[in-house]
């Protein structure tokens, strides 16, 4: 069993920036990969953001690449997700999730997820 439980959201303007948390806990192995989704209100589930925790490898979804950086802690019990130059189509619950069993971008890979965070971006 992993329990995951996120933080950091809230309401933000266009431009700001927020940094969103997942903390894990339960059994997950050192070569695992978690990732971020979103869903946007009345809207289908987003992949978002994924890292392995074996090499480091990072993927993003083409509408945050180049604006949010996943990360992890030295600890690899945290995941972060830092999101720059937000915008209100970036307005959605955030949800961490993981370990993955397959495709990082299709969100039935991911085992496990988190109750989700809502980040709102207002213009």
């Known amino acids: 069993q992993v329990q995951l439980v996120e933080s950091g959201g809230g309401l933000v303007q266009a431009g700001e920036s927020l940094r969103l948390s997942c903390a894990t806990s339960?059994?997950?192995?050192?070569?695992?990969?978690m990732g971020w989704f979103r869903r946007p209100a009345g809207k289908a589930r987003e992949f978002v953001a994924a890292?392995?925790?074996?090499?480091?490898?990072?993927v993003y979804g083409d509408s945050v690449k180049g604006r949010f950086i996943i990360s992890t802690n030295s600890a690899k019990d945290t995941l972060y997700l830092q999101m720059n130059s937000l915008r209100p189509e970036d307005t959605a619950v955030y949800y961490c999730?993981?370990?993955?069993?397959?495709?990082?971008?299709?969100?039935?890979?991911?085992?496990?997820w988190g109750q989700g965070t809502q980040v709102t971006v207002s213009s």
């Open positions: 890292l392995s925790w074996n090499n480091g490898r990072t």
């Open positions: 999730a993981g370990p993955v069993r397959g495709s990082y971008y299709v969100a039935s890979s991911y085992l496990y």
């Open positions: 339960g059994r997950t192995a050192s070569n695992d990969a």
